[in-house]
T-cell receptor, first 110, second 121 residues
Framework: QSVLTQPPSASGTPGQRVTISCSGSSSNIGSYSVNWYQQLPGTAPKLLIYINNQRPSGVPDRFSGSKSGTSASLAISGLQSEDEADYYC???????????FGGGTKLTVL | EVQLGESGGGLVQPGGSLRLSCAASGFTFDNYWMSWVRQAPGKGLEWVANIMPDGSEKYYVDSVKGRFTISRDNAKNSLYLQMNRLRAEDTAVYYCVRYDFWGGNYYFDYWGQGTLVSVHS
């Protein structure tokens, strides 16, 4: 059972907008910024969104992040087939004194 | 270009030991915290350990405390993970990860390709 809760799956058709939620608590998301990672099949994770809503260089602006209270969301607009991947949220937890990840959301592009 | 390359993974029996290495290039290694993150087969990501740029502070997930040791050699731009008393549940791909910060907020920014550790008899 992951400390951060994500839906196990999400789906959408090309061009659609999809959101993935990440729910935590006051000791993690409620106190610290959230980062999102994209893991394409058979590859290492890649930083997608950092500090809640910042995009690294090279990440398309179709990807956006937000945080409110003890929850965060990743939004993907203009869905493309190459967005099919696993997505993970992460935050520091000062109760566990550890980094915690969500269980991951498998995004399927129909 | 930032590059992280892990090595040292393999098959080991329960109770055995293994030492993972990570060669870093493309950035000033001794300016950055570094981390190990693992992923069991078909499962999600789990943070394992962090180490300060000068190696003076180290942090571990509870499940590996007392068994794993993270270390670094800044002269060789290398990160290590010494894993002792290995258990079946340590079976995973282990990623070497750079740990950056901005405005007091931390994040894992660059990941290696990973090395597989399999623990079974």
């Amino acid at each position: 059972q992951s400390v951060l809760t994500q839906p196990p799956s999400a789906s959408g058709t090309p061009g659609q907008r999809v959101t993935i939620s990440c729910s935590g608590s006051s000791s993690n998301i409620g106190s610290y910024s959230v980062n999102w990672y994209q893991q394409l099949p058979g590859t290492a994770p890649k930083l997608l969104i950092y500090i809640n809503n910042q995009r690294p260089s090279g990440v398309p602006d179709r990807f956006s992040g937000s945080k409110s209270g003890t929850s965060a969301s990743l939004a993907i607009s203009g869905l493309q087939s190459e967005d099919e991947a696993d997505y993970y949220c992460a935050a520091w937890d000062d109760s566990l004194i550890a980094w915690v990840f969500g269980g991951g959301t498998k995004l399927t592009v129909l | 270009e930032v590059q992280l390359g892990e090595s040292g993974g393999g098959l080991v029996q329960p109770g055995g030991s293994l030492r993972l290495s990570c060669a870093a290039s493309g950035f000033t290694f001794d300016n950055y915290w570094m981390s190990w993150v693992r992923q069991a087969p078909g499962k999600g990501l789990e943070w394992v350990a962090n180490i300060m740029p000068d190696g003076s502070e180290k942090y571990y997930v509870d499940s590996v405390k007392g068994r794993f040791t993270i270390s670094r050699d800044n002269a060789k731009n290398s990160l290590y993970l010494q894993m002792n008393r290995l258990r079946a549940e340590d079976t995973a791909v282990y990623y070497c990860v750079r740990y950056d910060f901005w405005g007091g907020n931390y994040y894992f920014d660059y990941w290696g390709q990973g090395t597989l550790v399999s623990v079974h008899s």
